[in-house]
């Protein structure tokens, strides 16, 4: 019997720590991707470089701070869509078959940045090579969304993840806010709330060089359930996806293809 659907990117029902920052609107509009200054007055640029020896057909994923994911088909100039001071740019999904690599990939940016080299060659891509690391070990620690939104009284805000296991194969879902006194959202932050919203019970977990998924289901507070699948794009990249039962994506293939769709606000990096 199917489950009834939920939205495919996941997103958990309001919490606790949610309604203490009532102000906060539209969470999930980026804080800019322009030449502008951030709090701080330090000002972003573009980032982007030169990809090489990609093979015909295959696809590579780029991100830059483990957010903003460049889909690549072809070889020539890249650029991020968003603009950056600090940048790190690295391979979140090797093409089939190959293997690539960055070289000039981090820095401080004074000026648009344009010689970021990406290489590609034979060998190690795709499903090979050392594999990310699956499981509820690959998901546990603390978490924070991608993006910036403002939570009124000068503050900013960004969504706050912490599982916690609660036996092999079960976490506790705690979600909060992290609070920012810049529109950056930079620094260290203050978590507010960090409530337990649910348990997450994963029935297997999968992962290969490029990405890692846990199926699983939600089981919320509230006593509603759905099926989810906490999917990482490397160690420090945390996407959740709604599925279904039997599951929608039922492959690291159809994860993997899934995830190239999401904007960087759906997604957590690993504090």
């Known amino acids: 019997m199917r ?3 939920v939205a495919f990117v996941f997103r958990p029902r309001p919490t606790l720590a949610a309604g203490l920052a009532a102000g906060l609107v539209g969470l999930l509009a980026a ?3 322009g030449d502008n200054d ?3 007055g330090t000002p972003r640029h573009a980032i982007g470089g030169t990809l090489t020896g990609l093979a015909a057909n295959a696809v590579l994923v780029l991100n830059n701070n483990g957010t903003d994911p460049l889909r690549l088909s072809a070889n020539g100039t890249f650029k991020f869509a968003e603009h ?3 940048y790190r740019v690295e ?3 090797q093409p089939a078959g190959q293997t690539c690599t960055v070289t000039h990939g981090s820095g401080t940016a004074t000026a648009a940045v344009a010689d970021i080299q990406v ?7 795709g499903g090979t090579g050392p594999v990310i690391t699956a499981g509820i070990a690959g998901i546990l620690g603390e978490w924070q969304q991608n993006t910036c939104g403002a939570a009124g009284g000068g503050q900013w805000a960004r969504n706050y993840l912490r599982p916690v296991q609660v036996n092999d194969t079960t976490i506790s879902h705690v979600q909060g806010l992290k609070l920012f006194t810049n529109n950056q959202c930079s620094g260290t932050g203050t978590v507010l709330g960090g409530t337990a919203i649910g348990q997450v019970t994963f029935s297997r977990s999968e992962s290969n060089a490029g990405v890692a998924a846990n199926w699983g289901t939600f089981r919320q507070i509230t006593g509603l359930t759905s099926q989810a699948i906490w999917a990482k794009r490397g160690e420090n990249t945390l ?3 709604g599925d279904e039962n039997p599951s929608i ?3 690291l293939a159809r994860v993997a293809a899934a995830l190239d769709t999401l904007p960087a606000s759906a997604c957590y990096n690993r504090l």
Not at 119 to 125: D, I, M, S, W
């Open 91 to 93: 391979v979140a999904t």
């Open 239 to 241: 996407c959740l996806l």
């Open 38 to 40: 951030d709090a701080s």
């Open 84 to 86: 950056a001071a600090a």
């Open 249 to 251: 994506l039922p492959t």
């Open 3 to 5: 489950t009834a659907s």
């Open 31 to 33: 804080c800019g991707g």
């Open 119 to 125: 290489n590609c060659t034979a060998g190690n891509g």
